[in-house]
């Protein structure tokens, strides 16, 4: 498996993307620009990845802008045919945006920016991985967390150290404490964490490498 990271005006976690993918868990990566077209070298198998930020200045909104790139086009087209997509923070808002995914992300309840530690769960395991964000509370209709609940589409939600759900964990006001989900697809992955900023024990931390194996990017 081989990896594309877009980069827009604005993305300031692409570097940070490569360094953990290529240095870290030892992939190939190819850095993409956001006015190329061209993903011919990229199969189902391989993983696009759009990378936190502030793509575009944040204008309009959050990913809005971005949704429009020549790229993002591409990174559609590839995720319909059965490529991979991870949205990580600025990546999931813009992944929202273009129908990739359900939701929204909004401003977090505090209205203030958030750059910490963070303790999230896939139900089964519970990591450590930061956050860095402003715009990071999920949001979404009943229905639509209904059918993510019915379809195991949540991938991660935020929890205490021992695990608990409970609204004290939650960082930004995210609705059932959602931070990270998928499409029903299972091809799609969007999260508000930084596990790029987890991967190297040079930071003490390798939680992140167990989340890209979580989702399969590390075959």
Same mark, same amino acid.
């Given at each position: 498996?081989?990896?594309? /990271?877009?980069?827009?005006?604005?993305?300031?976690?692409?570097?940070?993307?490569?360094?953990? *993918?290529?240095?870290? *868990?030892?992939?190939?990566?190819? +850095?993409?620009?956001?006015?190329?077209?061209?993903?011919?070298?990229?199969?189902?198998?391989?993983?696009?990845?759009? #990378?936190?930020?502030?793509?575009?200045?944040?204008? *309009? &909104?959050?990913?809005? %802008?971005? &949704?429009?790139?020549?790229? +993002? !086009? &591409? /990174?559609?087209?590839?995720?319909?045919?059965?490529?991979?997509?991870?949205?990580?923070?600025?990546?999931?808002?813009?992944?929202? !945006?273009?129908?990739?995914?359900?939701?929204?992300?909004?401003?977090?309840?505090?209205?203030?920016?958030?750059?910490?530690? $963070?303790? %999230?769960?896939?139900? $089964?395991?519970?990591?450590? %991985?930061?956050?860095?964000?402003?715009?990071? &509370?999920?949001?979404?209709?009943? !229905?639509?967390?209904?059918?993510?609940?019915?379809?195991?589409?949540?991938?991660?939600?935020?929890?205490?150290?021992?695990?608990?759900?409970?609204?004290?964990?939650?960082?930004?006001?995210? %609705?059932?404490?959602?931070?990270?989900?998928?499409? !029903?697809?299972?091809?799609? =992955?969007?999260?508000? #964490?930084?596990?790029?900023?987890?991967?190297?024990?040079?930071?003490?931390?390798?939680?992140?490498?167990?989340? =890209?194996?979580?989702?399969? *990017?590390?075959?």
């Amino acid at each position: 498996m081989k990896f594309g /990271v877009v980069v827009f005006p604005g993305s300031n976690c692409d570097r940070d993307m490569q360094d953990a *993918l290529q240095e870290d *868990l030892n992939k190939e990566v190819i +850095m993409l620009w956001h006015k190329d077209k061209d993903l011919s070298m990229f199969g189902t198998n391989d993983c696009i990845v759009l #990378p936190g930020g502030f793509s575009y200045g944040d204008y *309009l &909104r959050c990913g809005a %802008i971005a &949704r429009f790139s020549p790229m +993002m !086009e &591409r /990174v559609i087209q590839f995720a319909n045919k059965g490529g991979k997509v991870l949205g990580v923070c600025n990546g999931f808002q813009i992944l929202c !945006e273009s129908g990739l995914l359900p939701g929204v992300l909004l401003q977090n309840k505090n209205q203030q920016y958030i750059c910490k530690n $963070v303790t %999230i769960t896939n139900g $089964v395991e519970v990591f450590t %991985i930061p956050i860095a964000h402003g715009d990071g &509370r999920y949001y979404a209709s009943g !229905e639509v967390i209904e059918s993510l609940q019915k379809n195991n589409q949540i991938l991660f939600r935020y929890c205490d150290a021992a695990g608990n759900v409970v609204e004290e964990a939650n960082p930004n006001g995210a %609705i059932y404490n959602i931070a990270g989900i998928q499409n !029903e697809a299972g091809n799609v =992955f969007g999260m508000m #964490p930084h596990p790029e900023r987890a991967s190297s024990p040079l930071l003490g931390n390798t939680d992140g490498e167990k989340i =890209f194996e979580l989702l399969g *990017l590390l075959t």
